[in-house]
């Protein structure tokens, strides 16, 4: 050894230095590895970086988007409540402008009054205000909620003769003033915003059409908004006047006339009124990456301090309802909103002690998360190309978070297919057109009033045929039957709303317009006719088919409750259509359609005049035509 060691001395370069005694020297491979994760360590921690940086900001996006949401989610129930009373108010001027509501006949009004409070359930009431001021209005009376139609005298009162005024002045339906009214019909004091609709005639002003809604059913709506999520909602009219809020669902309290709606420090919010108090501290926000009006919006976002701690607000212009603009707008604590935040944080600070404490298993680590993302990101790119049907459930991980993104994304699957199968069904109970618009508008069609044509279709002699077969049978036979009517109709535009016992109801030009809807409607019968006689039902059993067609106005448009919808079709037109068809048992036809109807035929189908006959609720007498190929001699 003392040989081998003299001889290594022995080759150092003349002039070169010699090792230290003691001086601890690193292998070359430990210094490779050291270099090696030093630099992985930096690559890693600037990714880490990078990472969370765009976490931070896509977490801010995502709340300013949310906050967004809220706040138009607010502005959409409003515009759900009132835009429908604004839509019956219109109507209802037209048909007195047209002539087609006689205004001054209590028998004719009170009905139409009446059925525009039946489209629109939060109207309050409905008046008609002649220029006489001699009033005909219909409102709502409670408990119970039923309508009442009554004649008020408003002549020589000034506030009646300014808005009379104020209505000539209009070119068209406007929002007036909200308005306090002491003793309402439900015996309380109330507080009313109000549409109103100018009727002229031949260019002569003849008074107008109102209505009003009771502002706390407003406020109602507003506490759905932050039910469980500790928002709270309003609704602001001009700088400091509260017009919705959660603390106005009972009322409005003591107004009056010259100050119908409260300020916001006479509401029990110690948040808003901190909002509007110059002395206090309110400090404009931004979330980063997303300034105010930088996405095109006006909203505004607030840090507002009060003595349980900071406070977020957010407000935005609502316009449309009168002459001062509305603001909608919610606050929350910003707990409620930095969780998010804090979430992140501590994603990030875990993620670099994980880093620190498992780099030398960082191959390792890396290999066993790369293998699951690459599936997950296949798969997203297989259900991207190929649909829901085309990709398999993820297996589970044994990482949690990549077992998490695999749950996920397996769930959003079995939702997307979910889906399919319930658009796929949904056309098998609503028609395909109504369907469509459902899922599209997220579950509700706003009220469409068209003129379209109705059809009514009923078996000649269904109770007896019932009565002589098995109740399983009947339905069976209705099956089959319903299954035939079904393709003639549609293959004509018509749409079916109703399946009504052995009756059908069916609409050409609504929801789906179509100009030559009275004629499709027309051939529509005729081809039912013609499968009707052509076949037997029930094993044997030979049917016959009644039709009756009219034209006219029709309302169209979902109504039920919270937890269940339908898309059914209203008026005068609907009903006279069912009783023509009733008529074919006296006129001894298959097929009954209405004058109005024939006329939009434009003879491009031979029709006979089978007489006139009077309908109840209408003053003229209804000419009625049968098509000349749809009679069945002899019946």
């Known amino acids: 050894m003392a040989r081998a060691h003299s001889l290594a001395v022995a080759r150092v370069p003349e002039g070169g230095p010699l090792p230290r005694a003691g001086a601890r020297r690193i292998p070359i491979n430990l210094a490779l590895a050291g270099s090696f994760c030093l630099l992985l360590l930096a690559s890693a921690g600037l990714v880490l970086w990078l990472g969370f940086s765009t976490g931070f900001h896509n977490t801010a996006g995502l709340l300013h988007d949310k906050t967004q949401l809220t706040v138009d989610a607010i502005e959409q129930r409003a515009r759900a409540q009132l835009d429908p009373v604004y839509q019956q108010v219109s109507f209802l001027a037209e048909l007195v402008a047209r002539g087609e509501l006689d205004p001054l006949d209590p028998a004719h009004l009170d009905p139409s009054l009446r059925a525009s409070m039946a489209a629109a359930p939060q109207v309050h009431s409905v008046l008609y205000i002649p220029s006489t001021l001699q009033v005909r209005v219909a409102s709502r009376v409670y408990p119970g909620g039923h309508v009442n139609a009554a004649s008020l005298d408003w002549a020589g009162e000034e506030r009646y003769e300014r808005a009379l005024a104020e209505g000539r002045r209009a070119d068209g339906p406007y929002w007036g003033e909200i308005v306090y009214v002491p003793r309402l019909s439900d015996g309380r004091d109330g507080v009313l915003l109000n549409v109103r609709a100018p009727v002229r005639r031949d260019g002569e002003f003849l008074g107008l059409v109102a209505a009003s809604v009771r502002l706390d059913t407003l406020s109602r709506l507003l506490t759905e908004v932050g039910a469980g999520g500790g928002a709270t909602a309003f609704i602001l009219s001009g700088p400091d006047l509260v017009v919705a809020h959660p603390a106005l669902v009972d009322g409005h309290g003591n107004r009056t006339v010259d100050a119908p709606l409260p300020g916001v420090r006479e509401i029990d919010d110690p948040v808003l009124q901190a909002l509007w108090d110059p002395e206090r501290s309110r400090t404009p926000l931004a979330f980063q990456g997303h300034d105010e009006h930088s996405d095109g919006s006006d909203l505004e976002v607030y840090r507002v301090l009060v003595g349980d701690g900071?406070?977020?607000?957010?407000?935005?212009?609502?316009?449309?309802?009168?002459?001062?603009?509305?603001?909608?707008?919610?606050?929350?604590?910003?707990?409620?909103?930095?969780?998010?935040?804090?979430?992140?944080?501590?994603?990030?600070?875990?993620?670099?002690?994980?880093?620190?404490?498992?780099?030398?298993?960082?191959?390792?680590?890396?290999?066993?998360?790369?293998?699951?993302?690459?599936?997950?990101?296949?798969?997203?790119?297989?259900?991207?190309?190929?649909?829901?049907?085309?990709?398999?459930?993820?297996?589970?991980?044994?990482?949690?978070?990549?077992?998490?993104?695999?749950?996920?994304?397996?769930?959003?699957?079995?939702?997307?297919?979910?889906?399919?199968?319930?658009?796929?069904?949904?056309?098998?109970?609503?028609?395909?057109?109504?369907?469509?618009?459902?899922?599209?508008?997220?579950?509700?069609?706003?009220?469409?009033?068209?003129?379209?044509?109705?059809?009514?279709?009923?078996?000649?002699?269904?109770?007896?045929i019932s009565?002589?077969?098995?109740?399983?049978?009947?339905?069976?036979?209705?099956?089959?039957?319903?299954?035939?009517?079904?393709?003639?109709?549609?293959?004509?535009?018509?749409?079916?709303?109703?399946?009504?016992?052995?009756?059908?109801?069916?609409?050409?030009?609504?929801?789906?317009?179509?100009?030559?809807?009275?004629?499709?409607?027309?051939?529509?019968?005729?081809?039912?006719?013609?499968?009707?006689?052509?076949?037997?039902?029930?094993g044997g059993l030979e049917l016959r088919t009644r039709v009756g067609i009219n034209t006219g106005n029709v309302v169209g448009g979902t109504v039920g409750g919270t937890g269940r919808l339908g898309y059914t079709v209203h008026g005068d037109a609907v009903n006279l259509a069912a009783r023509i068809e009733s008529l074919n048992k006296t006129f001894g036809t298959q097929v009954l359609v209405a004058a109005e109807t024939v006329a939009l035929c434009h003879g491009a189908i031979a029709f006979r005049e089978v007489g006139t006959s009077e309908v109840r609720g209408r003053e003229h007498v209804v000419r009625l035509f049968t098509p000349e190929s749809a009679e069945r001699p002899g019946e």
């Not at 019968?525 to 052509?534: E, L, S, T």
Request: aromatic letters at 8%; hydrophobic letters at 50%.
């Open 467 to 538: 009565e002589k077969i098995a109740p399983h049978a009947v339905i069976a036979l209705l099956n089959e039957y319903f299954s035939a009517l079904i393709e003639p109709i549609e293959h004509h535009g018509g749409v079916i709303h109703q399946f009504q016992g052995d009756a059908i109801l069916a609409t050409f030009n609504l929801p789906v317009e179509d100009p030559h809807h009275a004629l499709q409607a027309v051939r529509a019968a005729q081809a039912i006719q013609a499968c009707v006689q052509a076949r037997r039902f029930g």
């Open 310 to 464: 900071v406070h977020v607000a957010a407000l935005q212009w609502l316009y449309g309802y009168g002459a001062v603009p509305w603001r909608v707008g919610v606050h929350f604590r910003r707990e409620d909103i930095g969780s998010e935040f804090r979430a992140l944080l501590a994603a990030g600070v875990a993620s670099v002690i994980a880093l620190l404490l498992s780099i030398a298993a960082m191959w390792f680590i890396g290999g066993r998360i790369s293998r699951p993302v690459r599936r997950l990101a296949e798969a997203a790119w297989q259900l991207r190309r190929g649909g829901p049907s085309a990709v398999a459930p993820l297996r589970g991980s044994r990482l949690a978070e990549v077992d998490t993104a695999h749950e996920a994304f397996n769930e959003m699957l079995a939702g997307m297919r979910q889906r399919e199968i319930l658009r796929d069904s949904f056309g098998k109970f609503v028609p395909e057109t109504i369907a469509e618009q459902l899922l599209s508008q997220q579950g509700s069609l706003a009220p469409v009033t068209r003129v379209a044509t109705v059809m009514f279709t009923d078996i000649a002699g269904f109770s007896t």
